[in-house]
């Protein structure tokens, strides 16, 4: 007989155990499971929010500083393209942020549970945030609706409203219908060292940014220049001109200009073709007037072409404005001579040596475009040598001014049939009622011809915005100093800045390494700029401030003094360092 105590039925255990086993599944395990099913799907949303967030933000802040719609029009745009369209239950608010150049973009998303909601949490909020910045690329030389010297217009267009003068711009910077310099362009077989560093194939030992004879920094596609349409101008027509867009070569000082002896006597007549009432002025030699563009060499075949905005901030990349394409042939220096441009003699009888070609755009605002902007914007004029006249039509009976050939924008690489060996140099403007609204300048670089006796000048050098704050400006000069005497070159602040008046800090690399309060001194060929590149550094505070919501707000500039004259044509770069787009927040 046993005297211990009963013994439990283990089945019996078994069935308190699984009834345990099943509250616990069905009050805790089962809604946690369901809340981790939302947990999941909240985190995803949270991602995909974000990413909403991120693109907006970046995509929309290159139009700061100057159209806040714009951007914030772009910016929903863009969350939508991402699955989040600012209609319910999705919205997206877009402000600035502490600078005008600060994008802020925060996408709000409400998402209905799928297991919480049996517990009393019917919606999740997901709301994520994105700031990003835009400091770039800094447009070069000008503020203003020309680019270059502005001389007056010819006979045909003298009284022609709208175009006898530069439009100055709101701001601190300033315009003039002669800031002593001229856009220029090199034919392909130029030398690199007689100044243009980026249109020239081929280089002489010891020039800079070469790799043996052949120029490292040759680019196909040639320059652009940017056309920042702002939203004042959108619905105007815009007037693209260039002056004295063909090569016709007369000398770097116009020491070739046009002239005629009859008998004993050297003359110019004062009426000679139908493009002038002015040829003693217009068609005088020297460099000292307001017609020199200085053109030498010969063979230069000069492509212009007008290219829409783009978002990927490359130029090259905008859309072809396929009417917007003009060619203009070279012409050689006995082209240039007053038979050759007058019409008649003093007594009528016609002159058998009268060129029409050349008398129509030397020396003369010749059209390039007319569009009519539907959105603010940059849209790019592209400048090359290297693309033949092969398959371009007359634009009309008379000559002179070729159009419609569309390998100016489709030729992406080098022709090296086209040749050409020698400089053409020429201006922009805008003109027409949009003017005012409208600028023109250099894209990252730019050639640049100086040919004046005494240099004692400020340019507007390049506009920096606040979004550079604690960066670096970098400025570079290639082949400065062709003068007949050493000169000085020094980096000024912009005239609505926060900066002292010297700017300080500022290091260079290439022939000087010491760039004391921004400046160079001793400038000349035989100190050793001749075919060289000299970088100087600009540190930006990061309390730099400055009126960037105005167009002339934010031009660092600079002071050229030459006091024995200068005839030096150039490439100038700037760019500052650091992404031009970023994500700051």
């Excluded at 283990?10 to 809340?35: D, K, S």
């Excluded at 120029?215 to 056309?227: I, M, R």
């Excluded at 000292?288 to 200085?294: I, K, L, R, V, W």
């Excluded at 401030?545 to 707000?553: D, L, N, V, Y």
Aim: glycine content about 10%.
């Amino acid at each position: 007989m046993s005297t211990g105590r009963p013994r439990r039925d283990p089945h019996g255990e078994r069935g308190y155990a699984a009834v345990l086993t099943a509250v616990f599944v069905a009050f805790v395990m089962l809604p946690c499971c369901a809340i981790a099913i939302d947990v999941a799907r909240m985190y995803l949303e949270i991602q995909r929010v974000q990413n909403a967030a991120d693109a907006a933000a970046l995509a929309a802040v290159t139009y700061l500083p100057d159209d806040f719609n714009a951007a914030a029009t772009t910016a929903r745009a863009v969350s939508g393209k991402n699955g989040y369209p600012d209609t319910d239950p999705v919205d997206v608010a877009v402000t600035l942020g502490a600078k005008p150049t600060q994008l802020k973009v925060t996408v709000t998303s409400t998402i209905r549970n799928s297991f919480a909601a049996a517990f009393g949490m019917d919606f999740a909020t997901v709301k994520r945030s994105a700031m990003a910045d835009y400091n770039g690329p800094a447009p070069m030389g000008s503020p203003c609706n020309s680019f270059g010297n502005e001389p007056p217009p010819g006979y045909a267009e003298a009284n022609a409203p709208g175009q006898q003068t530069v439009a100055a711009p709101p701001g601190g910077a300033t315009c003039s219908t002669k800031p002593d310099f001229w856009a220029a362009i090199a034919g392909p077989g130029t030398p690199k060292a007689n100044g243009d560093a980026v249109m020239t194939r081929s280089c002489a030992a010891g020039t800079s940014g070469c790799n043996g004879t052949v120029n490292a920094e040759f680019d196909p596609t040639g320059y652009f220049y940017v056309v920042r349409v702002e939203p004042a101008a959108v619905g105007q027509p815009v007037r693209l001109q260039v002056f004295d867009p063909a090569h016709v070569a007369v000398g770097d000082n116009c020491e070739n200009a046009p002239k005629e002896v009859e008998a004993t006597t050297t003359r110019l007549e004062d009426v000679m073709n139908p493009y002038t009432h002015d040829g003693l002025t217009r068609y005088a030699g020297g460099a000292a007037g307001n017609y020199c563009t200085g053109d030498v060499g010969s063979g230069v075949i000069t492509s212009f072409a007008v290219r829409g905005p783009t978002d990927t901030y490359q130029p090259v990349n905008g859309p072809a404005m396929t009417d917007c394409v003009r060619q203009f042939k070279s012409y050689g220096a006995s082209t240039a001579t007053s038979k050759t441009l007058r019409d008649k003699r003093n007594d009528g009888s016609t002159n058998g040596s009268y060129n029409h070609e050349v008398a129509r755009v030397f020396r003369q605002w010749v059209d390039l475009c007319t569009f009519t902007p539907t959105k603010a914007g940059d849209h790019y004029i592209q400048v090359r040598t290297n693309v033949s006249l092969t398959g371009a039509a007359l634009t009309d009976s008379i000559g002179g001014i070729y159009g419609g050939n569309q390998r100016v924008f489709t030729q992406m690489g080098d022709d090296t049939a086209v040749g050409g060996s020698g400089n053409n140099r020429f201006a922009f403007r805008a003109v027409g009622p949009a003017k005012a609204s409208v600028s023109i300048s250099g894209w990252e670089e730019m050639g640049v011809y100086a040919n004046y006796p005494q240099a004692n000048t400020i340019f507007n050098l390049v506009r920096v915005i606040p979004a550079a704050a604690s960066k670096t400006l970098i400025v570079t000069f290639f082949d400065v100093g062709d003068a007949s005497g050493a000169g000085t070159i020094k980096v000024l602040k912009p005239l609505d800045s926060n900066l002292p008046d010297t700017l300080v800090g500022c290091t260079g690399s290439g022939v000087r390494t010491s760039v004391p309060d921004c400046q160079l001194t001793n400038v000349s060929s035989s100190s050793g700029f001749n075919g060289k590149t000299q970088t100087v550094r600009v540190p930006i505070p990061a309390t730099y401030t400055c009126e960037s919501t105005q167009r002339g707000g934010c031009w660092f500039r600079l002071t050229v003094s030459f006091p024995g004259g200068v005839t030096d044509t150039t490439t100038w770069s700037a760019r500052v360092e650091g992404d031009p787009v970023r994500l700051i927040e």
